[in-house]
């Protein structure tokens, strides 16, 4: 009799937690997730969807504008430990503001709890646009530059409308950055290329502690785009900047000083 | 000898207790299928997008072509699916607007339909009003200016015939009909429709040749000063050759159809319709939302000197105070090649879309 009772106790106690599909070990994780989150900007006021196509903007050069599309792309998030270990998952995330996709980014790489020097890189490098992305080219109509242009993904389509001091025209204005492509001549063409630079960028956060469920912030100003150390002249660079060398160059200029920060790191 | 019985009984329980399969809700399956992905596709793009409560089954989808072509669905079963949307046509009309059951036209030029499983956002019609294909493939039969029927009247139709209980049972494991298992089976045929066998496709796959105008013509298709097609119609890496998104194409001033704005009621929105796929220009004639361009040439034409602004245009319209991109006739000529390139006879003669 006693056998019975404990064997029923047993597979009593076993039904109880085999048919439990939530697993709590009821130990703290020794590596964990970091989650990234990305707010935008220009200078001190929030972008939001509401503000596109609405809200005015005066960039240095004294141009009004408004943003109709702000869609970008980050990669190689990478936390370097103080004894030089890194690691990476080296995936990468498409944020579209005015959508509010990806929005919220989680890179998967579990981590020990530390101290990290927290970076990415602002589109491709050469070594990621070599590749080929089937989510990417399914992505705002194909994500992906056409060969001629030397190939690899868009890092960043944003664009809008402007107005040049003084006028009431309203200009469209599509602001690309993309790998920087000098041709031999213009239009570009199959034959036409003759030099390509990676205009990608590293962004330093800093060091940052991390701890379970720690959530980093990614701040993006706009205004930074038109500001430093070049101040953009939309009424110059305002279209057909893919294939445009010099406009590549100044862009990438422009979006590594200043244009991401860090926003603010929470510890649920 | 009690004890092994014992035993068994308890563990007995303990496995059907752990079972998250419950017998008693066991479903119908029909025979499963798996859409034929084209290599270009698989190589280069997500995959399709079937959802989880209408997978595909070879009797859903022999039921979908069969009620596509069949005119019992409209209230006077003089008009089937395949009357607006025909096959020859790449399933859309060559009406600049198809005319219903009591004679009404429409507003809106009918949309072909190819590579709809493709399309991740999943929103149809030009407005983006439906959110699947099962939506869209509901609307047409009620709609006053389409088929103007009843859905109790649709289904007492199909109810009342010897032929489609049986395949309503084949398919979803009931002879009794409803409105749902109607637009779920339409939805599984038109995910088959597949267009991937143009010129332009073989080129890429290496088995032909672009003539110099087709090769010149993609080039100022790419190219952002001249053509620009590419942010909103695709590249070569993109095969659906569409965005699926929706812009104001610099069209009109005002609007008297405001498109995805009336469906969001946002004022941002007005103007804007999705982008149509380019594959098939050769048999979708006429072109835009309204259907208001006869031709290809009127088509470049608007894009080349056409524009004109009002506040929702998109962006990406290039020189709109010029009213476009003022491409030369020899320029106009070369993209008219290469997007004539994107055409698939082999999908319009396709033996498995015709009723």
Known sequence: MKFFKVLMLCLGLAMLTGCNSDDDAGTTPQEVNVVFTFSHYWDGSQIQNSDFDQTSYVNAHGETLTLSKLVYLISDITFTAQDGTVYSAEDYNLVNVREG??????????????????????????????????????????????????????????????????TTDEVNFQYHTIRANKHTTLPPGPDTLELLEDTSFEVNLGEINITAETGIEIDMNVAEWFKNPNTWDLTQYYTVLMPNYEAQILMYQNGKNGVFGLGATTVP | MKRKVVVILVLSILVVAC?????????????????????LFEENILPPVIPEDNPLSEEGIALGKKLFFDPILSADNTQSCATCHRPQNAFTDPRRFSIGINGEEGFRNSMPIYNAAWNYGEKFFWDGRAGSLEEQAFEPITNPIEMNNTWPNAVASLQNTNVYPPLFESAFGTKTIDSTMVSKSIAQFVRTLISSNSKFDRYLRGEVALTEAEANGLDIFLDESRGDCFHCHGNPLNPLWTD??????????????????????????DGKFKTPSLRNLAFTAPYMH???????????????????YSETIDPLMKKVGEGGVQLSEEEKAALKAFLLSLSDPSF????????
């Open chain 2, 290 to 308: 309204d259907g208001r361009f006869e031709t290809l040439d009127e088509v470049i034409d608007h894009y080349s000197e056409g524009l004109v």
């Open chain 2, 19 to 39: 079972n998250k399969e419950d017998a008693a809700e066991e479903e119908y399956l029909a025979t499963p299928v798996s859409l034929e992905i084209p290599p």
């Open chain 2, 244 to 269: 699926n998104i929706f812009h104001n194409n610099g069209l009109d001033e005002f609007f008297t159809d405001k498109g995805l704005g009336a469906v969001t009621g946002d004022p941002r929105d």
């Open chain 2, 348 to 355: 319009i003669n396709n033996p498995d879309f015709r009723p």
């Open chain 1, 101 to 166: 996709q990806n929005l919220s980014f989680t890179p998967n790489v579990l981590l020990p709890e530390g101290a990290y020097t927290v970076s990415f890189t602002f589109g491709f490098d050469d070594e990621d646009n070599s590749g080929n992305y089937p989510d990417l080219n399914s992505a705002d109509g194909g994500w992906n530059v056409p060969d001629m242009l030397g190939g690899g993904y868009h890092y960043m389509r944003m664009e809008g409308k402007y107005l040049a001091a003084g």
